[in-house]
């Protein structure tokens, strides 16, 4: 199989599997196999939104007036996820457009990726609006060890997925010696390292990015960096259709309806995918003795963290139709819920504040015994 | 889109509709105060006190009682009533009704029965909920990942009455 940008055969793409089949040709919408596709680009197109319309004047004040160790879990929070973004900006497109083979995939892929470089935008909108000089925060993202470290585990699997398929493209399935190296392609084995890249990407979808968010609602909570905050709630909501995205794609392949090979090789991977998802959560829960190191912040530890890391490992792995691992039933954090629901985000520039956070900001300074005279 | 109306409640209410929520709130802080001293440096500490955006965001009103309900009422016609059992390991552990909320979900909660929740939309997956016994129509097409067997109690109603296994 060599890469086409257009595929000249004649051929029934319902009869194709999501990947690895004929490479696609018309990018057309009329028949489909996967109606979910087609659902999930609508829905993100529906949540089109741009950093630039939230206001960040307050935040920039309440920052200044964070202490050093909150301003630490403020800038780590955000390094790690424009580390995390920066990946998905570009990855699912390197990776997985030159083995797709169903156009409302392709298109899903593209407009998902789309959607991480606004994600990856809006945190040059936070950082030129909140500390005096960026390009110091972003320096450190590749100097860093702690992040530089997480980054390993993010992309390790993209890179060798991206490795083998260009060998693939270009060489065929055999045996290759490339610059003295001698390297086996076959196609089975690009399968089962498609399944597991597709599992860390809906590790990084589902688990990496919700450390951050805990600590962006919990200022939030306290009425402190609320532009971040809601920054953040439109940046949630497009990650949770991510993750849906990724969770229909696992399904999919597992259940080996349009590709058996696919479903006996996810059969066979359950072992590795577990290892993957804790691999991850021990990661998340480090991530927050790095970013607690010098001191909690108010709401929360990294205890109640790294519980929180737990239960949504379990939640994420259930859905992709494995065993929990750590039996973690209920959320500790169960006030992140409201935050994370985006319902009555508007991004209308006219208006700076959202509603619910001016009330919350008033409910939280305003003593219930200034109601007296109400009757309640 | 219609749980807008209902879910985001304005201020004035909101502090009339306080003490019906309280059961609920008193609930989310047992939560939190099961885990090993979460606020230990929490002086004057606003989550430690409730979660302030429970009562903002979610249905804090019953809305099972008809004059709370957002839905337009037929005139002559009673709505459906449908029993919903909730399970935990198959046991049934209690029976709620359904009859006037828009959602299965907002009808559990203000029956004080807990759901995960994040999107109430269909796309994020965590209301995902075994349907053990029965029937649900959806209000919108959900598009998160379920099982044969499971259901979103955020974008369906009861057609039957219904047994669910909540975890
Ligand atoms: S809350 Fe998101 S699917 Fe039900
Ligand atoms: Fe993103
Ligand atoms: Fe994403």
Redesign the pocket.
């Known amino acids: 199989m060599s890469y086409t940008t257009f595929n000249q055969k004649t051929f029934d793409t319902l009869k194709q599997p999501m990947f690895f089949g004929e490479t696609v040709n018309v990018a057309r919408y009329d028949i489909q196999k996967h109606k979910i596709f087609e659902n999930l680009i609508e829905k993100q197109l529906s949540f089109f939104w741009r950093p630039e319309e939230v206001d960040l004047a307050n935040d920039r004040k309440d920052f200044n007036d964070l202490p050093d160790h909150e301003q630490h879990i403020f800038l780590s929070n955000l390094k790690y996820q424009t580390l995390l973004d920066s990946v998905q900006g570009r990855s699912p497109n390197v990776a997985f457009l030159p083995i797709v083979s169903l156009p409302e995939l392709e298109t899903w892929i593209e407009t998902w990726s789309f959607s991480e470089t606004i994600h990856s935008r809006s945190y040059t909108h936070i950082m030129r609006n909140v500390v005096p000089n960026p390009a110091e925060v972003f320096d450190d993202i590749t100097r860093n060890d702690f992040i530089t470290r997480r980054a390993v585990s993010v992309t390790k699997y993209y890179d060798e997925l991206i490795e083998k398929c260009s060998f693939y493209t270009q060489l065929g399935e055999g045996t290759h010696t490339i610059n003295g190296k001698v390297v086996d392609i076959n196609l089975r084995d690009l399968k089962r390292t498609l399944y597991l890249t597709m599992v860390s990407v809906n590790v990084l979808e589902a688990i990496r990015f919700y450390v951050s968010f805990a600590c962006s609602f919990a200022f939030a909570e306290r009425a402190k960096m609320e532009g971040n905050a809601k920054i953040i709630k439109l940046i949630a909501r497009d990650e949770a259709l991510h993750l849906t995205g990724t969770q229909h794609i696992l399904q999919i392949m597992a259940a080996g309806k349009d590709d058996p090979e696919m479903g006996e090789i996810a059969a066979s991977c359950k072992e590795e995918v577990r290892e993957i998802f804790l691999d991850a959560a021990e990661q998340e829960k480090e991530w927050a003795g790095y970013l607690f190191k010098d001191g909690s912040m108010i709401g929360l530890n990294q205890q109640i963290l790294a519980q929180y890391v737990e239960y949504i490992t379990d939640q994420r792995i259930v859905a992709i139709g494995l065993p929990p691992i750590f039996n973690a039933k209920s959320n500790p954090l169960p006030w992140i819920n409201s935050w994370l629901n985006s319902d009555n985000v508007q991004v209308a520039p006219q208006e700076a504040e959202i509603s619910s956070y001016l009330v919350g900001a008033l409910d939280s300074a305003v003593d219930t015994d200034d109601f007296g005279d109400f009757d309640l | 889109m219609n749980q807008s109306s209902s879910n985001h409640t304005s201020s004035q209410e909101d502090f009339l509709l306080e003490s019906s929520a309280s059961s609920h709130e008193e609930l989310q802080h047992e939560d939190f105060s099961l885990e090993a001293d979460p606020f230990d440096d929490s002086l004057d500490n606003p989550l430690d006190a409730e979660p302030v955006q429970e009562s903002l965001l979610l249905n804090t009103e019953d809305c099972e009682q008809p004059e709370a309900s957002a839905q337009i009422d037929l005139e002559g016609m009673d709505k459906p009533l449908h029993a919903v059992s909730i399970c935990h390991d198959s046991h049934p552990v209690q029976t709620v009704s359904f009859q006037h909320a828009n959602t299965l979900?907002e009808s559990l909660e203000a029956q004080d029965v807990p759901v995960h929740?994040?999107?109430?939309?269909?796309?994020?997956?965590?209301?995902r909920t075994q349907l053990l016994e029965g029937e649900v129509h959806y209000t919108e097409e959900p598009m998160?990942w379920i099982n044969d067997d499971e259901i979103?109690?955020?974008?369906c109603i009861p057609k039957t009455a219904i047994r669910i296994k909540l975890s």
């Open positions: 979900l929740y994040q999107c109430r939309e269909g796309y994020c997956g965590s209301c998160a979103l109690p955020c974008c």
